[in-house]
């Protein structure tokens, strides 16, 4: 299906207003305001924090199915040719939330608007804060989703890489388990030409650094995966000061949490060996984790044997990523699947240039509207 105007207008609009993790109150508003303008009849809205549920009444309810749409945004200052650009500067949707968001309006809309209503109850999740600090985890615990719990639950993440067409997924692991990293080192400043009496955290950080760089090369097992990404590094204030503190801010990925354990033991040594080598302090922060994205295997392979079928989409049956998701939670309590949107544009997640095929919002809401339908009437 084409992409109908409507709904990129509403991209669009989503675009110019990113926010962070648990601030999303214009994001939160826009939606409100929009589901405001659907029929109400078999509508029910509960806010919680700046996140959305809506249930759409089913003729039987015997189950409730659920669909995710995360609604945060990332600190990247926009560099893209669009005439739309972010309005909040140093802020981007750059991890297709705001596709997403769209595309769990445009289901919505379907079903609200649907002559008759399916026999199961539907659940349309907007979540807030999935870059982080992870909004997935105390939604779920919430009152307000507990008592509308579904059954089973599914939700999709663009990927810059696949042609507009293409769906991506398998049964069992899809995204890794993920741990943010926070390491603060405290050491002795002092002037530029002084260096043996001072202790200076830029070069702790940099040895550090790469050092961190050999658990994956030395620590890991090379048939596991793991990925350390070290993505931010402050240290010091002046060009002729030896810097008293550095903080280095990454992220760690890894297909188990066994390998997790074992690449935050490992860097516990590393950090203690800086502060013998440098004669300083550190500190260590794992942030937020989430846990890996695990497709329930009997209902991914039906979904993918439906696409086989019905042809909505081009089914392509991709490996695991080191990409982290917090609806990872919701699948850990909940059966269903994520997958990958073909949204072909050539640069990647997380990068400023991204401008992800707005053609991908209507084959995600042709193939999942009919997917619903056809699971809604008990399958
Ligand atoms: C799909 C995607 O890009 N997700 C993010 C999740 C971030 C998890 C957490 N804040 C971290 O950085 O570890 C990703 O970076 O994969």
Known sequence: MATPAKYIDIRRSLHRIPEPGFAEFKTQQFLLDYIATLPQERLEIKTWRTGILVKVKGSVGARTLGYRADMDALPIQEDTSYEFQSTHPGWMHA???????TIGLGILTH???RDEPVADHLLFVFQPAEEGPGGALPMLAAEEFQAWRPDLIFGLHIAPEYPVGTIATRPGILFANTSELFIDLIGKGGHAAFPHQANDMVVAAAHLTAQLQSIISRNVNPLDSAVITVGKIEAGTKQNIIAERARLEGTIRTLSMDSMHKVKGR????????EAGFECRAEIDYGANYCQVYNHDEITREF????KETQVARLHECTEAMT??????FLAEIPGFMFWLGADTPYG???AKIEPSEEAIG?????MTRYLEWKAAGR
Not at 95 to 100: L, T
Not at 363 to 367: L, N, R, S
Request: hydrophobic share 45%; aromatic share 12%.
């Open 267 to 274: 860097i516990e040594a590393l950090v203690k060996g800086i």
């Open 349 to 351: 997640l997380h990068h």
């Open 363 to 367: 084959v995600a809401i042709d193939t």
């Open 111 to 113: 079903f609200a608007q």
């Open 324 to 329: 982290g998701e917090d609806f990872g939670y």
């Open 95 to 101: 991890c297709g939330h705001d596709v997403h968001m």
């Open 304 to 307: 993918m044997n439906w696409l």
